[in-house]
């Protein structure tokens, strides 16, 4: 997880020019040198071999491309469904909240409002960095403590209340799914085997018998672009926070203008 945790550092734009700028640059260095350092004829033999092995490997890396991809996506769905159901958990809190006894609906009222908006000023930010152990409490995880441990009690003799608190068991775990979910990341095995994998094929298609340079070049920049881009789309998604394709965090500001719409 250690190539996930590296690439959640870096902005999307910088790991676009960092993966695709290397593959690309690396594969046409590696070209221009083979054309050098060997004589470039027709070999039949030696052409059909190359094509054929760099034929099969294609196929074996766009297997394994392809689960890679299939694996990003669930997570960045998983990602997106936790924090709906969490949002969603919160506004059925405000919901049944609406039945507690003054002074103590708009006490939990209040600290529900304070919980969303520390999720989008202090949680959001964390996460969006991706995999980052933050070893200091954070304050929407305080504040939601606070609320179970002061108003708990009053809360379940309340009407609705093993709802509200079934809605803030809910909030509490999709919470900690959320951050699970930050902090995961596809094992470095799987990274390797695509790195050695995109090594060896780029590798065979500057080895083809090509005699016209700019048809090997196109050659080369037609396998070796797509391969860059897809591996910084899987990089991308790896981080579903912090990427390009990140989830939203509209989900809870939709809740918070549910909660700030609670008469008082």
């Known amino acids: 997880m250690l190539f996930s945790i590296f690439t959640s550092m870096l902005p999307s734009w910088w790991l676009f020019l960092l993966m695709v700028g290397s593959i690309i640059g690396c594969a ?7 054309r050098r350092n060997k004589k470039w004829i027709d070999d039949g033999d030696d052409g059909k071999v190359t094509q054929s092995a760099l034929t099969y490997l294609g196929s074996m890396y766009g297997v394994l491309l392809a689960l890679m991809i299939f694996n990003a996506q ?3 769905t998983a990602a997106d469904l936790t924090v709906t159901n969490e949002a969603a958990a ?18 939990v009222q209040d600290q529900l409002r304070l919980y969303t908006e520390l999720v989008l000023s202090d949680d959001w930010p964390i996460i969006s960095a991706g995999h980052q152990d933050n070893q200091k409490p954070l304050k929407a995880s305080s504040q939601l403590n606070a609320l179970w441990i ?19 068991n809910t909030i509490s775990t999709q919470r900690a799914q959320r951050f699970a979910l930050s902090r995961r990341g596809l094992p470095d095995s799987l990274w390797f085997l695509l790195g ?31 391969m860059a881009v897809f591996l910084w789309l899987v990089a991308d998604m790896d981080n579903p926070f912090g990427g390009t394709l990140q989830v939203s965090s509209s989900a809870f500001l939709h809740a918070l203008q549910v909660l700030n719409a609670l008469p008082h």
């Open 28 to 34: 046409y260095l590696g070209l221009l040198l083979q």
């Open 196 to 226: 050695v994998g995109t090594f060896v094929i780029l590798y065979l298609a500057t080895n083809l018998r090509i005699k016209d340079l700019k048809q090997h070049v196109l050659m080369v920049l037609c396998i070796g672009t797509p």
């Open 150 to 168: 002061r108003y708990g009690a009053q809360i379940v003799r309340a009407p609705l209340g093993s709802s509200l608190m079934t809605n803030l």
């Open 74 to 76: 669930a997570k960045y």
């Open 90 to 107: 919160i506004m059925a809190a405000a919901r049944d909240s609406a039945a507690l006894p003054q002074p103590l609906r708009g006490q």
